[in-house]
């Protein structure tokens, strides 16, 4: 999309006045937006479209409702409240039955909610279930009493990493790498399945007592069934797609914009590769403690700068960063599909040979 041949001011304008309309429930239209900008239809047609889409969602998530599950949950026993968010909350509980402490996730539906809301909550449990990885937090149980739906998973305990970018002080270099590499792999043991994050960011991923990286919250995964060579975008062999594109659209859509790729925030299918620039996203943060595409804290200037803006260079911010990290980082987080990493396997290839050349220059 052409985006930098428009003026990124006045698109952040025409997106901040079409989402204010929004918020005030006039329903605006796009083409009559894009109409008054002749030869810029496309794009600000394109943009709009991706501002509706965020703004549905927050809307969704604003009031959701969820019941709490009682302290005495059939086998489990709630201990305590581990976090709460627009999608649902999680509890540290006691399991009776293999004595074990484990996380409930208990989702957070509206009341006239689709029932294919459900349909997509136990296939997402699914997909995480068949995953079986070191750096992947386990799921062990899914299921429904006395009305209320949940996921059991393994309980990690540690610090999740964007305690890290919080703090006063960066991480060094190659622990960031070595990080970054093992969640790779991870990933790319998700993607051998069929099983796509969609929601990658610091949050999901904590470190845990042995300096583990896990990946955690497999709650917007989405199994695919093949990839087109052309995109890396999944491809769903339904021909009609329908039960996709419904779950798709009811969640409006899924990811924090901050750490989504241009496609996701376009409404189109994502892949394998739209994990690969989220990863890029966070290894970016990482390094430099602040996020490659921060706007100017509102929505829209985020959406703008995703879809416009090329990745910026971590070693402006950092200096000891080596040109070899930046271009990793760089294609990482390439706009186009194709120009990204093939799969998590070769970006964990690129960080191991950078690893490798640090430890060869060392011992040096």
């Given at each position: 999309?052409?985006?930098?041949?428009?003026?990124?001011?006045?698109?952040?304008q025409?997106?901040?006045?079409?989402?204010?309309?929004?918020?005030?429930?006039?329903?605006?239209?796009?083409?009559?937006?894009?109409?008054r900008?002749?030869?810029?239809?496309?794009?600000?047609?394109?943009?709009?479209?991706?501002?509706?889409?965020?703004?549905?969602?927050?809307?969704?998530?604003?009031?959701?409702?969820?019941?709490?599950?009682?302290?005495?949950?059939?086998?489990?026993?709630?201990?305590?409240?581990?976090?709460?968010?627009?999608?649902?909350?999680?509890?540290?509980?006691h399991?009776?039955?293999?004595?074990?402490?484990?996380?409930?996730?208990?989702?957070?539906?509206?009341?006239?909610?689709?029932?294919?809301?459900?349909?997509?909550?136990?296939?997402?449990?699914?997909?995480?279930?068949?995953?079986?990885?070191?750096?992947?937090?386990?799921?062990?149980?899914?299921?429904?009493?006395?009305?209320?739906?949940?996921?059991?998973?393994?309980?990690?305990?540690?610090?999740?990493l964007?305690?890290?970018?919080?703090?006063?002080?960066?991480?060094?270099?190659?622990?960031?790498?070595?990080?970054?590499?093992?969640?790779?792999?991870?990933?790319?043991?998700?993607?051998?399945?069929?099983?796509?994050?969609?929601?990658?960011?610091?949050?999901?991923?904590?470190?845990?007592?042995?300096?583990?990286?896990?990946?955690?919250?497999?709650?917007?995964?989405?199994?695919?069934?093949?990839?087109?060579?052309?995109?890396?975008?999944?491809?769903?062999?339904?021909?009609?797609?329908?039960?996709?594109?419904?779950?798709?659209?009811?969640?409006?859509?899924?990811?924090?914009?901050?750490?989504?790729?241009?496609?996701?925030?376009?409404?189109?299918?994502?892949?394998?590769?739209?994990?690969?620039?989220?990863?890029?996203?966070?290894?970016?943060?990482?390094?430099?403690?602040?996020?490659?595409?921060?706007?100017?804290?509102?929505?829209?200037?985020?959406?703008?700068?995703?879809?416009?803006?090329?990745?910026?260079?971590a070693?402006?911010?950092?200096?000891?960063?080596?040109?070899?990290?930046?271009?990793?980082?760089?294609?990482?987080?390439?706009?186009k599909?194709?120009?990204?990493?093939?799969?998590?396997?070769?970006?964990?290839?690129?960080l191991?040979?950078?690893?490798?050349?640090?430890?060869?220059?060392?011992?040096?």
């Open positions: 999309m052409p985006q930098n041949a428009f003026n990124e001011d006045l698109l952040n025409l997106g901040e006045e079409f989402a204010q309309q929004v918020r005030s429930g006039l329903n605006p239209s796009i083409d009559d937006f894009a109409q900008h002749p030869g810029h239809q496309e794009e600000v047609r394109d943009f709009l479209e991706s501002i509706e889409m965020l703004e549905d969602m927050k809307k969704q998530m604003a009031d959701p409702t969820s019941e709490s599950p009682p302290k005495h949950f059939g086998r489990y026993t709630i201990e305590r409240t581990l976090g709460e968010g627009g999608m649902g909350a999680v509890y540290l509980a399991d009776s039955q293999l004595d074990r402490k484990v996380a409930i996730k208990v989702p957070k539906f509206k009341e006239n909610s689709d029932p294919t809301l459900m349909e997509r909550f136990y296939r997402e449990a699914r997909s995480a279930a068949t995953l079986q990885h070191p750096n992947i937090c386990p799921v062990y149980d899914v299921g429904e009493m006395d009305g209320i739906h949940y996921i059991s998973m393994a309980f990690i305990e540690g610090r999740p964007s305690d890290y970018i919080k703090s006063s002080k960066a991480p060094p270099i190659n622990s960031i790498l070595r990080i970054i590499r093992k969640v790779a792999l991870a990933l790319q043991e998700a993607h051998d399945h069929g099983v796509i994050h969609r929601d990658l960011k610091p949050a999901n991923i904590m470190i845990s007592r042995r300096n583990e990286p896990i990946v955690m919250d497999f709650g917007l995964a989405r199994q695919f069934d093949d990839v087109d060579d052309t995109t890396g975008n999944a491809v769903e062999l339904d021909p009609e797609q329908t039960v996709e594109a419904r779950l798709t659209q009811h969640g409006t859509l899924l990811g924090s914009p901050g750490y989504m790729a241009p496609e996701q925030l376009q409404g189109q299918s994502s892949g394998p590769v739209s994990d690969i620039y989220a990863l890029g996203v966070v290894m970016y943060e990482l390094l430099t403690q602040q996020l490659p595409f921060p706007g100017n804290g509102t929505l829209v200037s985020v959406v703008s700068s995703v879809l416009a803006d090329p990745p910026p260079d070693s402006r911010i950092r200096s000891e960063v080596d040109p070899a990290i930046v271009e990793i980082v760089r294609k990482a987080m390439a706009k599909v194709r120009d990204r990493f093939e799969s998590m396997q070769a970006l964990a290839m690129a191991t040979r950078v690893l490798k050349s640090s430890s060869s220059s060392s011992a040096a």
